[in-house]
């Protein structure tokens, strides 16, 4: 699976974005798409995480502002972002599990993308 995210950039406090992130390759087992955030020196954490079935989660940061949605027609996945504050500044990956059977087992697997560096000026 590969994975391209775009709509990064710089916006002021209050303002909103929009990420999306298209998905190629082996698509038949994708179990849900997210969207993680990482700034220097820290962890990545996860923003929004939407599967196939099941609920759609949020980091209690995020919720009330964000929103993760997903065009399965598309195979793009994509993040509302909305009264954006400086502490959401950090770059943005792309995320994508596959869960598959070979018959005995059943396998995980997670993708990353390159990234998208949104930045939030106060």
């Known amino acids: 699976v590969q994975l391209q995210a775009s709509g990064g950039g710089l916006v002021q406090a209050g303002g909103s974005l929009r990420l999306s992130c298209a998905a190629s390759?082996?698509?038949?087992?994708?179990?849900?798409m997210a969207w993680y955030r990482q700034t220097p020196g820290t962890a990545r954490e996860l923003v929004a995480r939407?599967?196939?079935?099941?609920?759609?989660t949020y980091a209690e940061s995020v919720k009330g502002r964000f929103t993760i949605s997903r065009d399965n027609a598309e195979n793009t996945v994509y993040l509302q972002m909305n009264s954006l504050k400086p502490e959401d500044t950090a770059v943005y990956y792309c995320?994508?599990?596959?869960?598959?059977?070979?018959?005995?087992?059943?396998?995980?697997?997670?993708?990353y993308g390159q990234g998208t560096l949104v930045t939030v000026s106060s």
């Open positions: 995320n994508a599990e596959r869960e598959w059977s070979d018959g005995a087992n059943w396998h995980k697997m997670k993708y």
């Open positions: 390759g082996t698509l038949s087992d994708i179990s849900a």
């Open positions: 939407k599967p196939d079935i099941g609920t759609t």
